[in-house]
């Protein structure tokens, strides 16, 4: 209940959302509508088949409620995904907007998966959607976590990898937010070099 020395335009604004429903409350929109997607590695299926849109969402309220009510990152078995790309692209790299691009890929050990690895997709999921990375936002696809038996890695993809100046700010702002020590290095790859590769490491196009 208001107090007598409450503005007349906060009582308002109060009652209105006393009697407004949840859907009636105004929600804060995201700059893009974003999609996310899961994946569960069943090799009696073809890969695109073990891939599946969950929902796709546009504002912070539909985010939080989407990312607290899903699985967390670090409880899902070895050999699944989630990925978050920007609606109408889609978390391959064969994609139109993904083909001639590449990641910045953060690799954590199994240690980390239980006290680390849902603090930093947070914070790589808030930079995505938040536009974190300012005017190099638009060359930013999506993010993708990859659980593995080896060791987890999480990647921020962009849409070119000749775009050397616009990864290098990206990179630098992802180790800003994710407050990355420096003995920690992170390495850009291009997906093409990742697609042919011969043995079983990528050679870094870029790193921080």
């Known amino acids: 209940m208001a107090s007598s020395d409450t503005p007349k335009e906060v009582e308002d604004v109060e ?30 299926k073809d890969w695109c088949d073990n891939l599946r849109v969950i929902t796709t969402f546009s504002t912070v309220e539909d985010f939080w409620a989407l990312y607290n009510h899903i699985q967390r990152a670090s409880k899902l078995p070895s050999g699944c995904d989630y990925s978050v790309f920007k609606d109408g692209i889609q ?21 980390q998966r239980h006290h680390d690895l849902d603090n930093v997709w947070q914070e790589m999921l ?7 990375f ?17 060791g987890d890695k999480l990647g921020i993809w962009t849409r070119d990898f000749n ?40 050679k870094n196009r870029y790193q921080l």
């Open 15 to 44: 009652e209105e959302m006393a009697l407004a429903g949840p859907e009636d409350l105004i929600k804060h929109p995201l700059q893009n509508r974003w999609a996310m997607w899961f994946f569960k590695n069943d090799k009696a």
């Open 126 to 132: 808030l930079c995505l959607i938040g536009e974190a």
């Open 91 to 111: 978390p391959m790299w064969e994609d139109e907007q993904n083909k001639r691009g590449g990641r910045w890929l953060v690799n954590m050990n199994k240690n």
């Open 134 to 150: 300012e005017e190099q936002s638009d060359d930013v696809c999506g993010a993708v976590v990859n659980i593995r038996n080896k």
């Open 163 to 202: 775009r050397q100046d616009s990864i290098l700010k990206i990179g630098r702002t992802l180790r800003e937010r994710m407050n990355m020590p420096k003995s920690c290095i992170m390495g850009y790859q291009a997906h093409t070099d990742t697609i042919s590769k011969a043995g079983s490491t990528v």
